[in-house]
C-alpha cells in the first residue's frame, strides 16, 4: 500500500491566513490564574504575567486570542475588570462554578497581548446582557477619547485605544449550558442588533455571529441558517466549535476526526451561501472556526461535582498523547485546506485548560505533545495554499465510515520559493508516499520531520519527563525530476520541507 501526491502551484486555494493560528484564554479553570497571570511567580513581571508563558506563546507562533469566554462570558460584566484592582469585586462565575476574584481584566489581557504579540479577539456577552453593554465594551475599549468610558480607559492607564478588531457576539448560545441561551430566532435578532449598533461606533471592526457549539447539535445548521438570515448583512464571520473526545479508546476513528471537521465546514460553507443567495448577497461570509481541540470531555463533570465554590480550580487538564498531537496536526491541515472559507481559528485553550502550555502553579511550564504540530505548522505554513487530490488507501472507523489513510495540505511561499508539505499517516503502518512536485521541479527537500506515535501512542509530556513527545528529523529523501518517496511512519504527523 503507498499514496500518490501530486503539487502545483498553478491550483491556488488562497493565502494562508495568520489568523487560523489562533488560541483562546478564557477565565476558566488554570488558564488565566496560574497560566498566564500569576503574581509573585518566579518568572512574572511587575505585572503578574508570567514570562515562561509569554515565551511559549510567542515559540508557538500564535496570531490571535479570543478572551475572555467561552461559557464564561456569557454571565460577565466586563466593568468588574477594570479599575484598581482592590475595587474589583468577587464574584460567581456560573459556567464553571468557580469565585472570579477579577484580579485580571480587560487592561491586563490587552498588556499581555501586547507582550505576546498577538491580536486581541474579544467577546462581548450576549448571554444575560445585550446591546448597551455590548456598545459600552467597545467605546471603552476603541473610541479615542473624550467620553466617559474613553476617558476612563485612559485613566486606568491607556491613554491610546486599543483598536480592538475582531469581536464575537456573543458564545455559544445555541447550547442549553450557556447562561441565557436562546432560540436562533431571539440570538440572531439581538446578535443583528448588536452588530448594528458596535459597527455605529467603529465601522473598521469585525464581527462574528455564533453558530453550532458542535455539529452534532439538534438544531445544527438550521440555526446556521436562520442566525444568518438575521445578521448576514451586518457581520463578517460565523463561528464554529469542535472538540474530539478520544476518551472511549477508539484509536482508529479519533484519528479520523479531521474528516468530521472537513464535513463541518462544507455544511457551514453550504448554509451560509444559501443564506447569500436567498438574500441576493454577493459578499461570502467566512467561517471562525474559534474553539478546536481534542478533548477528553468525559473528564469534566468529575471536575465540577467534586467540589464548591472556589477560585481557579484545576478544570480538564487533559495530558495529550503523541496521537492526540497527531489529531491536531491533522485539524491544523484541514483549517488551511480551507483556507478561501475559514479566516480565523483558535485552538482551544492557551495554558493548562486542555491547553498545549501546562504550567505548575509556582512551578515550571512545559509544552504538551500539540504544541508541537501547532507551533511547526505556524511557523511553515507561509504563503499559499495549494490544492492537492491525495490517492490514498483507506481503512475502516466506527464513527465516520471508510476514511482516507492520508491527509495533506500544501503551502508554497512564492517570495522565499519554499514548500511545506504536511502530511498524516493516520494507519498503523508505514505508509510509502510518492511526491510529484509537477510545477516545482527545481525545489530540492530540505528536512522530513515527524512527530510519530505508532511506538508509543499513550506517551504524554510531563513536568518530570517534559520532552518525551517531541517531533524527530528522518532522512531527507533525494529527488528525480521533481518526484521523489517518502515513507511517513505509522500514526505520524509530518512535515516536508522543500526549497
Ligand atoms: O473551551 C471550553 C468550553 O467549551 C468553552 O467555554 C465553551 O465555549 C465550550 O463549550
Not at 103 to 126: I, K, Q, S
Not at 152 to 172: D, F, I, M, S, T
Not at 176 to 198: C, F, I, N, S
Not at 275 to 293: C, G, P, Y
Request: charged fraction near 25%.
Amino acid at each position: 500500500r503507498s499514496a500518490q501526491l501530486t503539487i502545483d502551484p498553478a491550483f491556488a486555494i488562497g493565502p494562508a491566513d495568520r489568523r487560523i493560528f489562533g488560541s483562546f484564554v478564557e477565565h476558566m479553570g488554570r488558564c488565566v490564574y496560574g497560566g498566564i497571570y500569576e503574581p509573585g511567580h518566579p518568572t512574572a513581571d511587575s505585572r503578574g504575567l508570567r514570562r515562561d508563558v509569554l515565551d511559549l506563546t510567542r515559540e508557538m507562533g500564535v496570531s490571535v486570542v479570543r478572551y475572555p469566554g467561552g461559557n464564561f462570558v456569557s454571565s460577565y460584566r466586563w466593568e468588574d475588570g477594570v479599575g484598581p484592582v482592590g475595587d474589583r469585586p468577587r464574584r460567581l462565575d456560573l459556567a464553571w462554578k468557580t469565585i472570579e476574584t477579577n484580579a485580571f481584566g480587560l487592561d491586563e489581557f490587552m498588556t499581555w497581548a501586547t507582550e505576546a504579540g498577538v491580536e486581541p479577539m474579544m467577546a462581548v456577552n450576549l448571554g444575560t446582557r445585550g446591546v448597551q453593554e455590548a456598545c459600552d465594551l467597545l467605546e471603552y475599549a476603541n473610541h479615542p477619547g473624550g467620553t466617559q468610558l474613553s476617558d476612563l480607559r485612559r485613566k486606568h492607564g491607556a491613554e491610546e485605544p486599543y483598536g480592538v478588531r475582531l469581536w464575537c457576539l456573543g458564545n455559544e448560545l445555541d447550547g442549553p449550558w450557556q447562561v441565557g441561551h436562546k432560540t436562533a430566532d431571539e440570538y440572531g435578532r439581538l446578535a443583528a442588533e448588536t452588530a448594528r449598533a458596535m459597527k455605529m461606533i467603529d465601522p473598521s471592526i469585525s464581527l462574528v455571529a455564533c453558530g453550532s457549539s458542535n455539529r452534532r447539535m439538534p438544531t445544527f445548521a438550521a440555526w446556521e441558517a436562520t442566525v444568518l438570515e438575521h445578521t448576514y448583512e451586518h457581520v463578517d464571520y460565523i463561528s464554529a466549535h469542535t472538540y474530539y473526545d478520544p476518551s472511549d479508546g477508539d484509536r482508529a476513528s479519533i484519528l479520523a476526526s479531521a474528516v468530521d471537521m472537513d464535513n463541518f465546514i462544507t455544511d457551514v460553507v453550504a448554509t451560509a451561501d444559501h443564506v447569500a443567495a436567498k438574500q441576493r448577497h454577493t459578499r461570502k461570509l467566512k467561517i471562525s472556526f474559534d474553539e478546536w481541540n481534542v478533548w477528553y470531555e468525559s473528564r469534566l463533570k468529575a471536575d465540577l461535582d467534586r467540589r464548591g465554590w472556589v477560585e481557579a480550580p484545576a478544570l480538564i487538564e487533559d495530558d495529550f498523547t503523541a496521537v492526540d498531537a497527531v489529531v491536531v496536526g491533522d485539524l491544523l491541515i484541514t483549517l488551511l485546506r480551507h483556507a478561501d472559507r475559514v479566516g480565523v481559528a483558535c485552538q482551544a485553550q492557551l495554558a493548562n485548560v486542555i491547553a498545549p502550555i501546562r504550567t505548575r502553579t509556582g512551578g515550571p511550564a512545559w509544552r504538551q505533545s500539540i504544541f508541537h504540530p501547532f507551533a511547526l505548522t505556524a511557523r511553515y505554513a507561509r504563503g499559499t495554499v495549494l490544492r492537492t487530490e491525495p490517492v490514498s488507501p483507506t481503512y475502516e472507523t466506527k464513527r465516520y465510515g471508510d476514511v482516507p489513510v492520508l491527509d495533506t495540505v500544501a503551502v508554497h511561499d512564492e517570495e522565499t520559493g519554499e514548500l511545506a508539505v504536511f502530511a498524516v499517516n493516520r494507519g498503523s503502518d508505514d505508509l510509502p508516499l510518492e511526491l510529484n512536485l509537477r510545477g516545482l521541479p527545481e525545489l530540492r527537500p530540505r528536512e522530513h520531520l515527524t512527530l510519530a506515535a505508532g511506538a508509543d501512542p499513550a506517551a504524554t509530556n510531563t513536568e518530570a519527563e517534559p520532552e518525551r513527545v517531541t517531533p524527530r528529523q528522518l532522512t531527507t529523501p533525494t529527488t528525480d525530476g521533481g518526484r521523489c518517496t517518502v515513507r511517513l511512519p505509522a500514526c505520524s504527523w509530518n512535515l516536508l520541507r522543500f526549497a
